[in-house]
């Protein structure tokens, strides 16, 4: 696994740095401005991207537009991005680019090293990680919006959140892509979401599934 880190603090970039290499994880570049990130981005392509949401210049939102930017340009590049607290605007601001190989994390779970490193793995190989408290924030006022749900949206609800598509998820399932269509409509309908400019509706199912999964479950 190839990474890049972007991280304006020189402890905890260091600290990345040292952390990945001794469990063998190649870190590519380790840059402390967005510029450096995104040049690091284009020269070493990466696998995964470690990037903390506030940088220079203003240390507000230049993280998180960097770590959208090099997503958008690099689809296929994982994004974990570290933030001090939830910080609700830019979770959904990071997924609006979809579920595939994003994650938002506290910057606290840093310390818990077997989580981090599956968050970066799970990331790196096209999966979603979402910190819990940020899931919780988001799906504050919702009470139990999976109980509606047939068996058979719940499995494909699950694999949305693995960052399948609806043609993966037809195979996995042995099941037609227009099935799969059909029952994503459905987890739509049943769970009331519609789409806004801040975060589309597959997302949204995401949250919701990974807020009321409990964490011994795959995901």
Known sequence: MRVVIAEDDALLREGLVLLLTGEGIEVAAAAGEPEGFLAAVEEHRPDVAVVDVRMPPTHTDEGIKAAVAAKRLHPELGVLVLSAYVEQAFATDLLAVGTRGIGYLLKERVGKVEE????????????????????AQLFARRRDPLDQLTA????????????????????????????????????????????????????????????????????
């Open 152 to 219: 058979r949206e719940r499995e494909v609800l699950s694999h949305m959140a693995q960052g399948l598509g609806n043609m993966a998820i037809a195979e996995k399932l042995v099941i037609s892509e227009g099935a799969v269509h059909k029952h994503i409509r459905n987890i739509f309908a049943k769970l009331d979401l519609a789409q806004t400019d801040r975060v589309d509706r597959r997302v949204a199912a995401v949250l919701a599934y990974l807020d009321n999964t409990p964490p011994d479950r795959p995901t």
């Open 116 to 135: 981090f490193l599956d968050a970066l793995t799970r990331v790196a190989d096209g999966g979603t990680a979402i910190d819990p408290d940020v899931v």
